[in-house]
């Protein structure tokens, strides 16, 4: 497409994009796989690894760097939307009363992975000292890949439980409840990082934090309040005025655009807006405000999964590379798995409820290819590092729902499990399990 101009050529590289992620789509859900998995893959077979290897270098013709960065700024538009949806849907009611149990849980399922990716770090810099980027160093590496290799995708967690049948299920209760703390530890984490890495100094670090921390009291005592007022009117039966969604729309991007000023990045602000939309706007209120930039988001984000496949190289990861895979992917599964059913069964859960509390809590997806993006951007980790932890994430999460299945086939019937261990069962609320990586009905 070198030939045609670059606008032209944006748009046939959508097309081309949502077409190979569609006929992806049988082959990953005859292998019961998540979105992301068939997306991901989708940006691998169109890079270097597969199509590049084609005589004439077919990748390098179909997206030139002149189209990549039109593309990139497309794919930004998906991701904003996208964080948007994953911070409306986190609803944290159903911790009220039970948070002690489910904080143990999630400080279990991040403290072992982080401890050994931290303890993992001075070996892989011995071994090979060009690993960093260009802007890291072992102080900044360290928590990076302890974030990175820690932390948990909600929304394939969500669509796990579900499709596992596990949604009313304690273990399913507990692991949703897990995977949102997880992800506002994991965000709160990457903010300071990202901002270490620019090289603030110490005065400018509590500046950028105490500026957050006006910015999330605005959202929480004015944008909040005001979004319940705009948005929680009643309107007459049949009204279709666009007004709602382009008030929250534009909500979105200028959130987005206040915490790039601050500092930190726009996905941030998607974020953060998502967790100050009202849940107590119904479901008419809901449906007509925020599915229209649900749908945009996931139609527009197979874009950046796709820029995030086309840097990866296969061919250049040689045996050094798929050792350290094979590392990261043993302290990321095994280290949650271990922090998560260890602590579960000191809160006496059952074995096999533990082993599957800790299985589920392995899911990557969304939030971690963006993590990753934005650290190689900030120049924390090289291409290769880069490559490694993005199939490390696509690893996790493809062998959680194996297991899942297998241990939820050959489960008994659960046993009673005490009112303070599971959140949302005594009072007889249930969490919104409403997250998915998949466009909503």
Same mark, same amino acid.
Request: charged content about 20%; hydrophobic content about 50%.
């Given at each position: 497409m070198k030939d045609s101009p670059p606008e032209a050529a944006v748009l046939a590289d959508i097309a081309l994009v949502l077409l190979v992620g569609a006929a992806l789509g049988p082959l990953r859900r005859r292998l019961r796989q998540p979105v992301v998995v068939a997306e991901i893959a989708a940006g691998v077979a169109l890079g270097p690894s597969v199509l590049g290897l084609l005589p004439g270098d077919p990748t390098e013709a179909l997206f030139p760097p002149e189209v990549r960065s039109r593309l990139a700024a497309v794919a930004q538009v998906g991701i904003v939307l996208l964080l948007f949806s994953a911070g409306r849907e986190l609803d944290f009611r159903a911790l009220r009363g039970r948070g002690r149990a489910v904080l143990a849980l999630t400080a279990g399922s991040l403290a072992v992975p982080f401890a050994l990716a931290v303890a993992l770090t001075p070996a892989l810099l011995a071994a090979r000292p060009g690993t960093a980027g260009s802007t890291s160093s072992p102080l900044l590496l360290a928590p990076f890949l302890g974030v990175v290799l820690s932390v948990g995708a909600l929304s394939v967690l969500v669509r796990i439980v579900r499709e596992n049948r596990l949604t009313s299920s304690p273990v399913g209760v507990m692991a949703t409840a897990c995977g949102a703390l997880t992800e506002v530890a994991a965000w709160c984490a990457m903010v300071a990082l990202l901002t270490a890495a620019r090289g603030l100094s110490t005065r400018h670090l509590f500046l950028t934090l105490a500026l957050l921390a006006a910015y999330a009291l605005v959202m929480a005592f004015v944008v909040r309040p005001a979004l319940r007022a705009c948005l929680g009117r009643r309107r007459p039966p049949g009204d279709r005025s666009a007004v709602p969604v382009l008030v929250v729309g534009s909500g979105v991007?200028?959130?987005?655009?206040?915490?790039?000023? %601050?500092?930190v990045h726009a996905v941030i602000g998607a974020f953060a807006f998502g967790l100050a939309m009202p849940r107590d706007l119904g479901p008419g209120a809901s449906r007509a405000t925020e599915d229209p930039l649900h749908h945009t988001g996931t139609l527009l984000t197979p874009v950046f999964f796709a820029l995030a496949g086309l840097t990866v190289d296969l061919t250049g990861l040689g045996w050094h590379g798929v050792l350290a895979v094979a590392v990261f992917l043993t302290v990321a599964w095994g280290g949650k798995?271990?922090?998560? *059913?260890? +602590?579960?069964?000191?809160? /006496? #859960?059952?074995? /096999?409820?533990? *082993?599957? #509390?800790?299985?589920?809590?392995? +899911?990557?997806?969304?939030?971690? %290819?963006?993590?990753?993006?934005?650290?190689?951007?900030?120049?924390?980790?090289?291409?290769?590092?880069? +490559?490694?932890?993005l199939l490390t994430a696509l690893l996790s999460t493809v062998l959680v729902n194996p297991v899942v299945r297998r241990l939820a086939a050959e489960a008994p019937p659960p046993p009673a499990v005490p009112d303070a261990l599971v959140p949302g069962q005594a009072d007889g609320h249930r969490p919104a399990l409403r997250m998915t990586d998949e466009p909503r009905a």
């Open positions: 991007f200028l959130s987005s655009w206040c915490t790039s000023l %601050i500092g798995f271990a922090g998560a *059913a260890l +602590t579960a069964r000191l809160l /006496r #859960l059952p074995r /096999r409820d533990a *082993a599957t #509390l800790g299985a589920l809590v392995n +899911t990557k997806g969304l939030s971690e %290819i963006v993590m990753l993006s934005l650290g190689r951007d900030a120049g924390l980790v090289d291409d290769r590092l880069f +490559t490694a932890l």
